[in-house]
């Protein structure tokens, strides 16, 4: 093990930070989760979002348009440690609301977190819906 290698306790309390920040709707401290040259794949979204600006400039339109969160539950974790890098895994269940409308989701998520300076960054994060007969 290397000083950048990440532990299962670097990646837990980096995606801990990153679900309260989401939970919280708090746009600042969420995009602080991530790497400049992140990537995003949701399957919500026609294609995939190269950047963190361009994640941070859907952020806002949704914003603009009354979005909010209103409740974000993680469960089922699994960590996979690769170095400098890890794979984190969850079931995500999140209430959302615009305008007033509540909708929920439940869906299953893997963020890549990279060490790099120090810091722990997520470089990637992809979305995908937990099928309707699946187990969350």
Do not use: K
Request: hydrophobic share 35%.
């Amino acid at each position: 093990m290397t000083s950048t290698d990440l532990t299962e306790e670097d990646v837990m309390r980096a995606a801990a930070v990153l679900v309260d920040a989401f939970r919280a709707t708090d746009t600042r401290a969420y995009f602080d989760c991530f790497a400049e040259d992140a990537t995003f794949v949701f399957h919500t979204e026609d294609s995939r979002l190269d950047s963190r600006g361009a994640y941070e400039q859907l952020w806002a339109e949704w914003l603009a348009g009354g979005w909010r969160v209103t409740g974000c539950s993680s469960s089922n974790p699994r960590v996979q440690l690769l170095g400098d890098v890890a794979i984190f895994t969850h079931d995500v269940r999140t209430t959302t609301s615009t305008a007033g409308a509540p909708e929920t989701t439940h869906e299953r998520e893997t963020i890549v977190f990279h060490r790099s300076g120090g810091a722990v960054r997520a470089v990637h994060e992809h979305l995908s819906p937990v099928p309707e007969d699946g187990r969350e």
